[in-house]
């Protein structure tokens, strides 16, 4: 049966035919419909983890058991779980175990554009990477056989381009797959030195099989056309190539980046009059064949900067431009991400912002308020890294940064990798003051339940952590709640909190306005005749409150009725009366 799948619905098939009896995940644009697509099904267990390390680590477990396991999540959550992942290279596998990572080019939810193909060499694992859904479906429902077969961990390597975009893929049934006993095996398994030293030489003679493997395994392949031109390709970059040129050149497609085949690109290159190779990121593939003796041309001519894409290419070559519709920037409007009308945490950086607090944030949706007019955000580097943070910022301040800084962090990020940072505050004994947004789900990346929520990925009630005791159980004396929509509240806590000399906990707590239960108030409107027009609503930097005509005007197609901005204006304008569109 034929269907028009993104590429994360076909790898999430891809796996179910395959016979995955287990999937653990933490979510991470552009991975996280990988696992979302695997929790419709019901033949197998799936899980939301609190991180990606835990996730690998559970299906570890599960393949050990001896069952077929995967884990997803994004190119900067293969970081958190690179500890497991280099020592799962040394013992191998029972149960086959695929973990799919999603890159990012071009940084469209990401902070940094890495490249994962460096940690498939680095660990000496083998890695996949399809260039469309199909590949994606094909490729995913194989590498459990590759992976069972060279005793590995297989890394399934996806971009943000082939994750979101669709094509056809022919689907087939779920193929059951009997268990694997499990045998004790502490030579393999136990990786305590005595042990390793003995893997090692296990790992490198998988990777020369893997290495034979590259050579004629179905993942690569060439496509002969005319030979002024080969390039060699993977990923996103083959559909450009094929879009910009047909038939008309020689390509070769590396589906498997590594390990890299020798034989089948030298073969190549000795085919074609000039050698091009044409990857997204880093040089992989072009760092490959020059070390094969090639002299290919690729970065010198190609950015290892963002995204490519037909144009990019077409350019590259001298090729003319082909006619395109373009809309006039002029009559396009400007729409910078910001937090959506009714954000629960606008009001918390609002205060923050109006008390000229430094503010360490993280990663989330609530990253957002590092945007004008708010700007209330002075750094952001990774998961959990705000807690850590402003625990060092506060101890190289010398006194003089306590009661004027705090971490900020959502609930699920925190339970991620923030809580840990928060028993370094507690157990070194900073002053420092940790808000804890909790928007009642994992709101940047569409909404996924945490052990905060109290449901799993099946929506079924589940054991909720309760964000307070475990903030006193690590040692955290002091723990408020706050409504973020009641800023005199707000200001109160975040001033007494900053006051004492002693680490607190501030939780903001109320859900993400975009949850299906929350039921929004009456928009608010403005009384032109009370209006001063002296923008003090506009600092909230609300996507319902605009200007027109000089004085405040509040769409009430956005408005959720929070009532932040009421609260601000001294002059009585705004108030109830609006209606919804």
Same mark, same amino acid.
């Given at each position: 049966?034929?269907?028009?799948?993104?590429?994360?619905?076909?790898?999430?098939?891809?796996?179910?035919?395959?016979?995955?009896?287990?999937?653990?995940?933490?979510?991470?644009?552009?991975?996280?419909?990988?696992?979302?697509?695997?929790?419709?099904?019901?033949?197998?267990?799936?899980?939301?983890?609190?991180?990606?390390?835990?996730?690998?680590?559970?299906?570890?477990?599960?393949?050990?058991?001896?069952?077929?396991?995967?884990?997803?999540?994004?190119?900067?959550?293969?970081?958190?779980?690179?500890?497991?992942?280099?020592?799962?290279?040394?013992?191998?596998?029972?149960?086959?175990?695929?973990?799919?990572?999603?890159?990012?080019?071009?940084?469209?939810?990401?902070?940094?554009?890495?490249?994962?193909?460096?940690?498939?060499?680095?660990?000496?694992?083998?890695?996949?990477?399809?260039?469309?859904?199909?590949?994606?479906?094909?490729?995913?429902?194989?590498?459990?056989?590759?992976?069972?077969?060279?005793?590995?961990?297989?890394?399934?390597?996806?971009?943000?381009?082939?994750?979101?975009?669709?094509?056809?893929?022919?689907?087939?049934?779920?193929?059951?797959?009997?268990?694997?006993?499990?045998?004790?095996?502490?030579?393999?398994?136990?990786?305590?030195?005595?042990?390793?030293?003995?893997?090692?030489?296990?790992?490198?003679?998988?990777?020369?099989?893997?290495?034979?493997?590259?050579?004629?395994?179905?993942?690569?392949?060439?496509?002969?056309?005319?030979?002024?031109?080969?390039?060699?390709?993977?990923?996103?970059?083959?559909?450009?190539?094929?879009?910009?040129?047909?038939?008309?050149?020689?390509?070769?497609?590396?589906?498997?980046?590594?390990?890299?085949?020798?034989?089948?690109?030298?073969?190549?290159?000795?085919?074609?009059?000039?050698?091009?190779?044409?990857?997204?990121?880093?040089?992989?593939?072009?760092?490959?064949?020059?070390?094969?003796?090639?002299?290919?041309?690729?970065?010198?001519?190609?950015?290892?900067?963002?995204?490519?894409?037909?144009?990019?290419?077409?350019?590259?070559?001298?090729?003319?431009?082909?006619?395109?519709?373009?809309?006039?920037?002029?009559?396009?409007?400007?729409?910078?991400?910001?937090?959506?009308?009714?954000?629960?945490?606008?009001?918390?950086?609002?205060?923050?912002?109006?008390?000229?607090?430094?503010?360490?944030?993280?990663?989330?949706?609530?990253?957002?308020?590092?945007?004008?007019?708010?700007?209330?955000?002075?750094?952001?580097?990774?998961?959990?890294?705000? @807690?850590?943070? &402003?625990?060092?910022?506060? +101890? %190289?301040?010398?006194? *003089?940064?306590?009661?004027?800084?705090? !971490? /900020?962090?959502?609930?699920?990020?925190?339970?991620?990798?923030?809580?840990?940072?928060?028993?370094?505050?507690?157990?070194?004994?900073?002053?420092?003051?940790?808000?804890?947004?909790?928007?009642?789900?994992?709101?940047?990346?569409?909404?996924?339940?945490?052990?905060?929520?109290?449901?799993?990925?099946?929506?079924?009630?589940?054991?909720?952590?309760?964000?307070?005791?475990?903030?006193?159980?690590?040692?955290?004396?002091? @723990?408020?709640? &706050?409504?973020?929509?009641? +800023? %005199?509240?707000?200001? *109160?806590?975040?001033?007494?909190?900053? !006051? /004492?000399?002693?680490?607190?906990?501030?939780?903001?707590?109320?859900?993400?306005?975009?949850?299906?239960?929350?039921?929004?108030?009456?928009?608010?409107?403005?009384?032109?005749?009370?209006?001063?027009?002296?923008?003090?609503?506009?600092?909230?930097?609300?996507?319902?409150?605009?200007?027109?005509?000089?004085?405040?005007?509040?769409?009430?197609?956005?408005?959720?009725?929070?009532?932040?901005?009421?609260?601000?204006?001294?002059?009585?304008?705004?108030?109830?009366?609006?209606?919804?569109?």
């Amino acid at each position: 049966m034929k269907q028009l799948l993104i590429g994360n619905e076909a790898v999430a098939r891809g796996l179910y035919e395959g016979g995955i009896g287990l999937v653990s995940s933490y979510p991470g644009t552009p991975s996280t419909e990988i696992t979302e697509f695997l929790a419709k099904y019901d033949d197998f267990h799936s899980e939301w983890a609190p991180n990606e390390k835990v996730a690998m680590e559970v299906a570890f477990g599960a393949s050990l058991c001896g069952v077929r396991s995967a884990c997803a999540m994004k190119h900067v959550g293969l970081n958190v779980a690179a500890d497991p992942l280099f020592t799962l290279s040394y013992t191998g596998v029972n149960g086959g175990m695929v973990i799919c990572v999603a890159d990012d080019p071009a940084m469209h939810s990401s902070q940094n554009e890495q490249d994962s193909r460096h940690y498939a060499i680095a660990a000496k694992v083998p890695m996949l990477e399809p260039s469309d859904s199909a590949e994606a479906y094909a490729f995913a429902k194989a590498a459990f056989e590759l992976s069972e077969k060279f005793d590995t961990p297989v890394l399934f390597r996806m971009c943000t381009r082939v994750a979101h975009s669709r094509s056809i893929v022919e689907v087939g049934e779920r193929v059951p797959v009997e268990k694997k006993a499990y045998v004790k095996d502490g030579g393999k398994y136990i990786m305590m030195p005595g042990n390793a030293k003995k893997r090692h030489p296990v790992v490198e003679a998988r990777t020369a099989a893997l290495k034979e493997f590259a050579e004629t395994c179905p993942f690569n392949r060439v496509e002969m056309g005319g030979t002024e031109i080969g390039i060699i390709t993977s990923g996103t970059a083959y559909q450009y190539v094929k879009e910009v040129f047909g038939d008309s050149i020689s390509v070769l497609k590396i589906g498997m980046p590594n390990p890299l085949p020798e034989k089948l690109i030298l073969d190549f290159a000795a085919k074609v009059k000039k050698l091009y190779v044409i990857e997204e990121l880093d040089p992989v593939l072009e760092t490959h064949c020059r070390t094969l003796g090639l002299d290919p041309i690729g970065k010198s001519l190609f950015s290892p900067i963002g995204e490519y894409s037909q144009a990019t290419i077409a350019a590259a070559f001298g090729l003319p431009e082909k006619a395109t519709v373009e809309a006039p920037q002029s009559q396009i409007p400007v729409r910078p991400p910001m937090m959506c009308a009714g954000c629960p945490h606008r009001g918390i950086y609002y205060t923050l912002a109006k008390n000229k607090i430094t503010v360490l944030g993280d990663i989330g949706c609530y990253t957002l308020g590092a945007q004008p007019p708010l700007s209330a955000v002075d750094s952001t580097l990774c998961m959990g890294a705000s @807690v850590s943070g &402003v625990h060092g910022f506060n +101890l %190289a301040g010398e006194g *003089k940064t306590e009661g004027k800084t705090v !971490a /900020v962090i959502g609930d699920s990020t925190f339970i991620h990798s923030g809580v840990t940072g928060l028993i370094n505050i507690a157990y070194n004994a900073s002053n420092s003051t940790v808000i804890i947004l909790d928007n009642s789900i994992t709101g940047m990346t569409g909404h996924q339940q945490n052990p905060t929520t109290g449901y799993n990925i099946k929506g079924d009630p589940a054991a909720k952590v309760d964000l307070e005791s475990l903030c006193h159980a690590v040692g955290i004396n002091r @723990v408020r709640v &706050v409504d973020p929509y009641d +800023l %005199a509240a707000c200001e *109160k806590a975040i001033k007494e909190e900053l !006051a /004492v000399a002693e680490p607190s906990v501030i939780i903001s707590r109320r859900p993400c306005v975009l949850l299906k239960y929350v039921k929004t108030a009456p928009a608010l409107r403005v009384d032109p005749e009370k209006c001063r027009s002296c923008g003090r609503c506009m600092k909230l930097g609300c996507p319902a409150i605009s200007l027109k005509e000089g004085k405040a005007h509040i769409d009430a197609t956005l408005c959720v009725g929070c009532e932040v901005c009421e609260q601000l204006c001294a002059f009585g304008a705004i108030g109830k009366g609006g209606e919804k569109a």
